[in-house]
């Protein structure tokens, strides 16, 4: 009798190797470690399991997860994936495949996140973006009233990209009440003490400004600017917050190429009245006008490495997507067709063709989860592919909003990158204030 047990235990354990050896058995080692699906959404795992094996794999769970025929009852319940799988509520859940209901062949962490529903953009908008401060974006040299040539703020040690905060205790701003305060100041007799920022340093610093003898001013030799603006595109808006995200990438200043600190901004309504097509080695650009007396209007609350968030005015339409549709989980996001909502003449709002050919979910790739590539015959002919104002475009597939547009490959123009909004609404917590989430 023993013998004919061990017997009988080694034919089992062959054939469990056997079976594991088979097409379907090793595509489990291929599904995912981890699932994130939204409330309401079907697990799909969908498999064939070896002839005489079916409904032989068990689900450990706990809840939010049910199946909507056959109910799952208790732990343990057998269950045939060929019916659909609901998740129901917000959690977390264990998904434990086991082959005759005691062999182990694949554990998955299941984590289900309330689904959030936004409308896409699409528009272009003016942006205005105010400093914390005054930019220095050069220096300034002054011939004194010996005709030496000088520079005072450059000799203090003042640097291209520092941020002018204040003088003498008063806050800068505008370039006027800069040129005001130096000469309040200067006639004193005295060097200024002036506060900067310096990437995430402060500094304080003594600059003894020069009487200019072209100017007859006084000044201490410095190129600055207290704003920058430029076009690009709406990405989002939450309908019922008024929320919305746009560009997908942080702005920088032009001239010094680093992030603007926060200040006072706003996006305004603009319309795209000409196109400088890309080509190889030198993107292209849409050329705007800003509509300051008419169209939408909204603030800037945060400039971020994903984009620019903040607050509408009032509601915008789309004709494209009049109501909200699922943001997508980085999972759901696969290589293939998609669409892009942007204006490329007025403000009309146009939808082209695209081929997501890349998809990077890795957290630390910043504004490039995607690589993308202009397929329209349309949009290849007016533009020669991703063009600067181009960036914030969301991007659908699958009736999904997965991201936006946001940088140009020079020397293919055709392709480019883009975020994912889910990477977009990790920096926009605000937004979630707004909506009154916990």
Known sequence: ?????????????????????????????????????????????EFKLPMGFDNKIVLEYVPPVQQTTNSVKASGTIINFASPVVVTTPGEANIKLKLFGIIPIKNIELNV???????????????????????VVGYSPIEDQNGLICSPAQTAGIEVGDIIQSIEGIALTSDENTSALIEKFAKKGKPLNLKIKRGNNKLNIKVNPVYCK????????????????????????????????????????????????????????????????AIKGQ??????????????????????????FGILNFNLINKFYQSPIPVAFSEEVVIGPATILTVIEENEIEEFDIEIIKTNVLKGTNSRNLMIKITDPKLLELTGGIIQGMSGSPIIQ????????????VNDPTKGYGVLAETMLSEADFFYEEKGAA
Do not use: C, W
């Not at 920088?252 to 200040?263: E, S, T």
């Not at 909003?401 to 140009?408: K, M, R, W, Y």
């Open 1 to 45: 009798m023993t013998n004919n047990r061990s017997i009988i235990g080694l034919v089992l354990a062959a054939l469990v190797i056997l079976i594991s050896f088979t097409p379907q058995i090793r595509f489990f080692y291929t599904l995912p470690n981890s699932v994130k699906l939204g409330v309401g959404d079907t697990l799909n795992l």
């Open 113 to 135: 996140l309330p689904r959030t529903k936004l409308i896409p953009g699409g528009h272009a908008i003016g942006i205005l973006l105010k400093t914390d401060g005054i930019i």
């Open 214 to 277: 072209n100017t007859n001013k006084y000044r201490i030799g410095l190129y600055i600017r207290d704003s920058t603006a430029g076009v690009g595109t709406l990405t989002f808006f939450d309908p019922e917050s008024l929320a919305y995200g746009a560009l997908g990438h942080v702005i920088n200043d032009i001239d010094i190429n680093m992030q603007i600190a926060k200040g006072e901004g706003k996006i305004i309504d603009a319309r795209i009245k000409g196109i400088q097509q």
């Open 283 to 308: 993107p292209g650009e849409k050329i705007g006008s800003f509509q300051s007396n008419q169209g939408f209007f909204g603030d800037i609350h945060k400039n971020t490495n994903y984009g620019i």
């Open 398 to 409: 699958n009736g999904l909003l997965i991201g936006a547009v946001t940088h140009v490959l």
